[in-house]
């Protein structure tokens, strides 16, 4: 029973705790990152079924009323491949680099703007996406201007 105590005691000490702590962080993101590579390899495999259905079965022209669908089905992948980065990122300097997560942010964004149905929406609605690139771009400009001091 003793030892029992001493083992606990010895694990909450704070170097053992971090240690403990860093050794789950690195299980965690690895097993992150081979869900994201699942993730992204399923979104390749619909991607080209959804395009091919569209090439073999609509009318030929017709695509183009597609055309934002297929553009937004990419940005899925991009997005997924930038969230892949950002873990692999971790992985390597176990910092989580906010430059990237801005990317990712702002192509997620971006994917919205293009995918936009401007008949379902709201003009307070584009002035937020407008808002959320305009924040997200200076964002980035300061880090950037940060990381080259």
């Known amino acids: 029973m003793r030892k029992l105590i001493k083992l606990i005691l010895g694990i909450t000490k704070d170097e053992q705790f971090m240690h403990i702590v860093e050794h789950l ?4 993101s690895k097993v ?3 869900l994201m590579i699942v993730v992204i390899l399923v ?3 619909d991607l080209g079924i959804f ?9 030929y022209g017709k695509i183009n ?9 990419f940005l899925n992948i991009l997005i997924a491949l930038e969230i892949l980065e950002n873990i692999t990122a971790y992985l390597r300097r176990h910092v989580f680099q906010v430059e990237l997560v801005i990317v ?3 192509i997620a964004v ?3 703007i293009i995918i936009l149905d401007l008949e379902k929406v709201t003009g307070i609605d584009i002035i937020g996406l407008g808002i959320a690139v305009l924040a997200l771009s200076i964002s980035y400009m300061l880090i950037r201007l940060s990381n080259s001091r």
Do not use: D, Y
């Open 32 to 34: 992150l990152s081979f």
């Open 65 to 73: 009323t597609t055309l934002f669908k297929v553009f937004g089905l």
């Open 110 to 112: 971006a994917r919205k």
């Open 25 to 28: 962080e690195v299980i965690v």
């Open 104 to 106: 990712t942010s702002l």
């Open 51 to 59: 395009i091919f259905k569209e090439i073999f079965t609509t009318p």
């Open 43 to 45: 979104a390749i495999v």
